[in-house]
C-alpha cells in the first residue's frame, strides 16, 4: 500500500515481535551477537552500533522516504550533518553557497575547510545570474537554504537544480526550516538534503540531531556513509528514537506552528512600530509568489525589522512574558532572539528579531506582543 507521509511516520516501525509493544524499544546495547562471517554475508547486518543500530535505521528508513530519497544518515547534529559532506569532498573542490543561511556553516567553510582547499563562493541565492556567474568547472556542490535563517529569504530550489545540473555539480538544500511537510526539495530536482533534528523534526527542544538524505545512493552518499560508520559521528540510539517519536506528529505541529506564524505575521505587519516582518507566506514578502508555489506551508520561523533600531529591538524582547530570548526553533515554546548579538560576523540588521512560532495559542501570542509594544 502506498502510505501518505502522516501515515508512514506513525508507522515507521513495525510491533515488537518478542513484546508485542507498539512503541519501539530503545536498542542501547553498543555490540551485537552476529554470524561468524558477519560482514562478508551483509553489510549492513547488525554487528557494533557505530555501524548501525535498529532505531538509527528506523529513523533514517522513514527520513528517507518522507523526503523522496533513496538513503538517509542521521549524524549528531545539522552542523556535524554538513561537516561530514564537506569531509567528503576534496581539496581543489569548489562550492558554491548561500551568502544568507546559518551562520555555523560559514564558519566551518572558511575556518576549518578553506584551508584544507575547499573553497567556497558566496551568493545571493535569489539571484539566478549571480549563481550561474558563481559556478566554475571545478564547482562540486551548490548549497542553499529556503527559507533562509534569519533572513528569511526564498530560492528558486528548481531553477538552481538546473543550474547545478548543467554544471555537473551537486545541489545539497537545507530543509530544516521548510521541513518535508511544507518543502520537497529532491522532487524539485536537489541531490541532497539536509535537516537539523534538532528543530521541528525532533520539535521539543530535548533533541541535538541531523540528518543527510540522498536522492541515490551515488559515491558521494557512499563516502559519506563511510564517514559517519568510520569517524563515528552518529546520531545517539536514544536520540534517534525522540527523533523519530517526533516525526510521528511532525506533520501536525508543522501546520500548527504555519497558522498561528501567519495570524502573528499578520498582526505584526499591520503594528505601527515594525518596520517589516519576513514571513514567506505573509503576501508583504517579496518572493510571495515563490514561496506560494514552493512551500505548501509558511512554517513558524520569521524575523522583524523593528522600528527605532537595536535598542527598540532589545527593549521588545525584555518587555515579551511568553517569548524566552532563547536561540533555535522549531519546538513546543515561542522563543526570540537578536540575532546581531549571537552570529559570529553578523551582517544581519541591529533592528532584526528572529521569531520562532511554538505551539501556544496564537491569541496568547498576539496579546503578549502587544503589551510589550504598547
Ligand atoms: N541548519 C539551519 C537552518 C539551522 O538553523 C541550524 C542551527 O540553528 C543548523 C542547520 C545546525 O543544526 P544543529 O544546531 O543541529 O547543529
Known sequence: MRLRPETRAVHSAATDPSSGAIVPPIVLSTTFEYETTGLEQDPDQLIYTRWQNPNRAALESTMAALEGGAVAHAISSGSAAMLTIFQALRPGDHIVSSDDMYFGIRVQLNEFFAPWGLHTTYVNMSDLDAVRAAMRPETRLVILESP????IRLADIAAIADIAQEFDATL???????????????????????????????????????????????????????????????????????????LQSLSQR????????????????????????????????????????QMALGSGLMSILVKGGRGSALELVNRLQLFTNATSFGGTHSLIEHRESIEE??????????????????????????????
Not at 533562509?148 to 533572513?151: D, E, G
Request: net charge negative; proline share 7%; hydrophobic share 45%.
Open 148 to 151: 533562509t535563517n534569519p533572513m
Open 172 to 246: 545539497l538544500v537545507d530543509n530544516t526550516v521548510a521541513t518535508p511537510v511544507a518543502q520537497n526539495p529532491i522532487q524539485l530536482g536537489a541531490d541532497i538534503v539536509v535537516i537539523s533534528l534538532t528543530k521541528y523534526i525532533a520539535g521539543h527542544h530535548d533533541v541535538l540531531g541531523g540528518v543527510v538524505i540522498f536522492a541515490e545512493d551515488g559515491e558521494l552518499a557512499q563516502r559519506v556513509m563511510r564517514l559517519v560508520r568510520i569517524g563515528g559521528g552518529v546520531l545517539s540510539p536514544m536520540n534517534c528514537w525522540l527523533a523519530a517519536r517526533g
Open 254 to 293: 508543522v501546520r500548527a506552528h504555519s497558522e498561528s506564524a501567519l495570524e502573528v505575521a499578520c498582526f505584526l505587519a499591520e503594528h505601527p512600530k515594525i518596520e517589516q516582518v519576513l514571513y514567506p507566506h505573509h503576501p508583504s514578502h517579496p518572493q510571495y509568489e515563490l514561496a506560494l508555489r
Open 345 to 374: 560576523g553578523s551582517s544581519t540588521p541591529a533592528n532584526l528579531l528572529r521569531v520562532s512560532i511554538g505551539l501556544e495559542h496564537p491569541a496568547d501570542l498576539i496579546a503578549d506582543l502587544q503589551q510589550a509594544l504598547a
